[in-house]
């Protein structure tokens, strides 16, 4: 078992890799029944003809009535000095998802220090002072091992977290191990050194894939030199000092923005006992530190980026747009429009792309919300020589949705997604402290996942054309090409006027976007 990942509640729609088209995975009673049909050459029957004229092979089965999403009754309590302690009890099985956050990440990194939230969160899990002995980063994996887990850290926007899921027993062992690791973590050098050789060399690989470059770029492009446009590439990862990380892990994990989730088999009461003799004496002597100034988007004036990226194997392609912040009474309707765009298999940019066109293997789309604003995000991969045409389909569609809302029985399809993933998160301890951990990151009442499910589907076709009519206006759009220019070839000149174009050797990630005005 693993602690749960923490997926924004919020939420980002992308479509299957399946469509519902597709024949499912077949088993040998399934292959050799259809080995037996015969059709007319160039036919191509529908699943639902393969069925009737083979015998032995099963329909699927019929649709089912909705079920009703029930959330179970969460509570939350403060320990005098500032811990914070949110419980969901769900005790159909005896395991609990236990996560220690702290409201600070990645926008609270020094100017010019980025990558340092991110190189301190793994450091937590890398040794710590345990019992009044020094623990190395083997004798802490070991100690979660025989919890029957793993021990996970991580940092981002807003949150740095360590997490294991554990059997009910085991519960205060788990969270004691994951207090002593934030509160008295080693952070020693040579862990710092293999951490560091660790994400150079997943940047490397990064760094050679042109989905990833665009990715990365981008978030320069939409966001710019402020705190949310931060990345961290190879000269920004070798800056990092210990004694900047000693600093972050002093001056931001502190009692005062920590929260003790605990989700599955356990009560309210027996919770706050538990933080109470792990956390309750948790003191720091020095005054918390102010909340980094969190900037509004400050995107690049250039409507599109291309970055060459000679003998690559494909083009990575990403079109922004402005989106809802985490606070706008809009954000619901916007995610239901985020998802008639990129919410399934049969959305519209994987319709365009994919299934009409066989450009891509998918067309995803994400909607990004944080407090001073937000980004929608469609991405494709594609040959060199579809990636002007995928540019300007993901272009066009977001575009289209101004002026032609959703029927309603595509509404209904993407809101059913999206009420569906919303209720899959609840079968599991950890997919329940990932929504949890969503809210509080970003600042919102947890009560407002009871109202999750009814306002999706309250919003309606008009909505999603007046929100896409106010958001994603053709000159606020933003996009990126990575790829083999000389490969994508003539096609560029229909899209390149205005383009910025940096070969990959030259792309600074930490200067691109530096002095945009919006």
């Given amino acids: 078992m693993s ?27 399934r292959r050799r029944a259809l080995g037996t049909l015969a059709a007319p050459a160039g036919l191509l029957l529908a699943p639902a003809a393969l069925w009737a004229a083979t015998p032995g092979v099963d329909a699927p089965p019929l649709a089912q009535p909705p079920r009703e999403v029930s959330l179970p009754a969460f509570h939350e309590a403060r320990l005098r000095n500032g811990v914070g302690v949110v419980v969901a009890p769900r005790h159909q099985t005896p395991l609990v998802s236990a996560v220690l956050m702290v409201r600070a990440g990645q926008e609270s990194d020094a100017h010019g220090q980025s990558g340092v939230a991110a190189m301190t969160a793994a450091l937590l899990a890398k040794g710590a002072v345990r019992r009044g002995r020094r623990e190395g980063s083997d004798a802490i994996a070991r ?40 509160r008295q973590p080693l952070l020693t050098s040579d862990e710092l050194e293999r951490v560091r050789a660790q994400a150079l060399d997943a940047m490397r690989l990064t760094l050679g894939n042109p989905g990833d470059v665009a990715r990365l770029a981008m978030r320069r492009m939409f966001w710019g030199d402020t705190p949310f446009g931060a990345v961290t590439p190879p000269p920004a990862l070798r800056r990092i000092t210990r004694a900047q990380v000693l600093a972050f892990h002093a001056r931001q994990l502190r009692p005062e923005r920590t929260v003790l989730v605990l989700a599955g088999d356990i009560d309210a009461s027996r919770a706050v006992q538990l933080a109470e003799r792990l956390l309750g004496d948790w003191r720091v002597a020095a005054a918390e530190p102010p909340l980094p100034a969190l900037l509004p988007p400050a995107t690049m004036a250039a409507p599109l980026l291309l970055i060459d990226m000679p003998g690559s194997g494909q083009s990575g392609v990403v079109v922004a747009a402005p989106f809802a912040s985490a606070g706008d009474a809009d954000r619901r309707i916007g995610l239901v429009a985020s998802a008639v765009l990129g919410g399934g298999y049969s959305a519209r940019l994987n319709q365009e792309v994919r299934i009409k066109r066989g450009l891509s293997y998918g067309a995803t789309c994400e909607a990004e919300l944080l407090p001073t604003g937000g980004m929608l995000s469609a991405r494709a991969q594609t040959g060199h020589a579809g990636a002007v045409e995928v540019l300007q389909l993901m272009r066009g569609e977001i575009r289209r949705l101004a002026d032609e809302p959703p029927s309603g029985e595509e509404l209904a399809a993407r809101q059913a997604t999206l009420v569906g993933g919303f209720a899959r998160r609840l079968d599991t301890t950890g997919g329940l402290a990932a929504m949890l951990l969503g809210q509080l990151s ?27 009519r106010s958001h994603w206006q053709g000159e606020r759009l933003r996009s990126v090409i990575a790829g083999d220019m000389k490969a994508i070839g003539d096609a560029l000149g229909a899209v390149a006027a205005d383009a910025l174009r940096v070969p990959l050797a030259e792309l600074d990630l930490e200067r691109l976007g530096r002095g945009a005005g919006r």
């Fill in 3 to 29: 602690g749960p990942r923490r997926p924004d509640v919020h939420g980002s729609s992308c479509p299957s890799d399946r469509g519902p088209g597709d024949l499912p995975a077949a088993g040998p009673t």
């Fill in 143 to 182: 100690q979660a091992e025989a919890l029957g887990s793993s021990l996970d850290a991580g940092a981002g926007w807003r949150s740095t977290t360590l997490s294991l899921t554990v059997s009910t027993p085991r519960l205060e062992a788990a969270v004691s191990l994951m207090a002593d690791c934030l």
């Fill in 442 to 468: 970003q600042g919102r009442p947890i009560a407002e996942l009871d109202r999750y499910v009814s306002d999706v589907l309250a919003v309606t076709p008009e909505q999603v054309r007046d929100f896409a």
